[in-house]
């Protein structure tokens, strides 16, 4: 019979990997949240842009090796005149976005191996497996982040006092949360709000910008959002 036990001198220390530094970690769960409206989908796209290029995210000082597939859920937003003509607007390479629209599991996405895997927004997919408790729906997307390695970003809408309980369930797997918030009309703020990574406190603030041109949500003019 095998020895289930082991001692942490057996456990190889390693760095913590970023698809985007100090903000969203590979092999973990990152969660984007703000105000309904507010273009929590328009961002998630617009990385998902980005890492389908291989283009470094905003002021990064580094990112990935190359382009890379991404896995998008996207439960709300049609893909055909929402999604691919926003996705279109922030320049993606569309072969490399591959759209799902039932639970992930690794054998999914294994022959891919994705960068980045969207789930957007939260409270559709979690009604994909409504058999499951918030606290089993969010352990079964941790373990999702780390047998593939990729970074799973779970968009949700700021919740109510009502969905308290769900939303310490999803705090407590989470280990960023991104929090967008407005600034005048079209401004957009990014700021960590948790992150037991590294503190918070040490990652910026970034402002952007909304465009809509020919009808398409875009972003543009990202800048330093001290």
């Not at 020895?3 to 092999?27: C, D, F, H, K, Y």
């Not at 998630?44 to 990935?64: H, T």
């Not at 049609?78 to 926003?86: Q, W």
Request: aromatic share 4%; hydrophobic share 40%; proline share 5%.
């Amino acid at each position: 019979m095998s020895n289930v036990l082991t001692s942490m001198a057996q456990v190889t220390s390693e760095p913590v990997r970023w698809l985007w530094e100090g903000r969203i970690p590979l092999g973990k769960v990152t969660l984007l949240e703000g105000e309904p409206g507010i273009g929590k989908s328009t961002l998630a796209l617009d990385l998902a842009a980005k890492v389908s290029r291989g283009a470094s995210m905003p002021f990064a000082k580094g990112g990935l090796s190359g382009p890379s597939d991404v896995v998008l859920f996207s439960g709300d937003d049609d893909l055909g005149d929402t999604v691919r003509p926003r996705l279109e607007a922030a320049s993606a390479d569309l072969a490399r976005i591959r759209p799902i629209d039932r639970e992930i599991k690794k054998s999914d996405v294994e022959a891919i191996r994705p960068a980045l895997i969207i789930l957007d927004p939260l409270s559709s997919y979690f009604c994909l497996a409504c058999e499951k408790t918030p606290r089993e729906l969010m352990q079964s997307i941790a373990r999702l982040a780390r047998e593939t390695d990729a970074a799973v970003l779970v968009i949700q809408s700021l919740p109510s006092r009502e969905d308290s309980e769900w939303a310490r369930e999803i705090y407590s797997v989470a280990r960023s949360v991104l929090t967008i918030t407005t600034i005048g009309l079209s401004g957009r703020r990014l700021a960590v709000s948790k992150s037991n990574l590294r503190s918070a406190s040490d990652i910026l603030p970034l402002v952007y910008h909304h465009d809509d041109k020919d009808d398409v949500l875009r972003i543009i003019g990202w800048s330093d959002g001290r």
